[in-house]
Antibody, heavy 118, light 108 residues
Framework: QVHLVESGGGVVQPGTSLRLSCVASGFTFAISPMHWVRQAPGQGLEWVAFISSDAKTDSYADSVRGRFTISRDNSKNTLYLQMNSLSVEDTAVYYC???????????WGQGAQVTFSS | SYVLTQPPSVSVAPGKTARIPCGANNIGGESVHWYQQKPGQAPVQVIYDTSDRPSGIPERFSGSKSGSTATLTISRVEAGDEADYYCQVWDGVVEQRFFGGGTKLTVL
């Protein structure tokens, strides 16, 4: 059974950094391209980043390019999202998701919450 | 780049058919995917490659596309189908994904 479990979310201040992790199980992580998708409070889904199975290819949404970095450790079945220069607009639940047919997402984690302190 | 347009809300009576459109002027050759998201839960894929259904998804869920509009159709709607639904496409040239704004399905 496929499981994706995110961690690393929390309360942050503008300009700071945070790293999210996503531990995968139940499938061969090393051959699976992966993604991060986020959802701001009360808003829709926004694709954030993609990484190929061998980590040689990545891509980003315009809203995070240059600030966020996606990476993976296939020996640990773990996906990461390094988020730098965070702003209030980055407040969201961050989901990791597995790449599937036609560029879709077939499995999703339960999400990690990133919130800003006032 | 794609801009996918969905109506904010659709309402339907139980037992009737709900149709949720997803429009874009350049998706004619692209596969469209659909997700269901209930409050407080992660999204669940209900249609992939425009009209294919993942295992475990009821046959009441179907997808189609005509010209620049893809449509998610839910037949014999049940109270448990009440959720937000999102369409999504893949731009393989730049390896980016795009979502529609989402449609809230209300079962009357």
């Amino acid at each position: 059974q496929v499981h994706l479990v995110e961690s690393g979310g929390g309360v942050v201040q503008p300009g700071t950094s945070l790293r999210l992790s996503c531990v995968a199980s139940g499938f061969t992580f090393a051959i699976s391209p992966m993604h991060w998708v986020r959802q701001a409070p009360g808003q829709g889904l926004e694709w954030v980043a993609f990484i190929s199975s061998d980590a040689k290819t990545d891509s980003y949404a315009d809203s995070v390019r240059g600030r966020f970095t996606i990476s993976r450790d296939n020996s640990k079945n773990t996906l990461y999202l390094q988020m730098n220069s965070l702003s209030v607009e980055d407040t969201a639940v961050y989901y990791c998701a597995r790449d599937a047919e036609g560029g879709s997402f077939d499995y999703w984690g339960q999400g990690a919450q990133v919130t800003f302190s006032s | 780049s794609y801009v996918l347009t969905q109506p904010p809300s659709v309402s339907v009576a139980p037992g009737k058919t709900a149709r949720i459109p997803c429009g874009a002027n350049n998706i004619g050759g692209e596969s469209v995917h659909w997700y269901q998201q209930k409050p407080g839960q992660a999204p669940v894929q209900v249609i992939y490659d425009t009209s294919d259904r993942p295992s475990g998804i009821p046959e009441r869920f179907s997808g189609s596309k005509s010209g620049s509009t893809a449509t998610l159709t839910i037949s014999r709607v049940e109270a448990g189908d009440e959720a937000d639904y999102y369409c999504q496409v893949w731009d393989g040239v730049v390896e980016q994904r795009f979502f529609g704004g989402g449609t809230k399905l209300t079962v009357l």
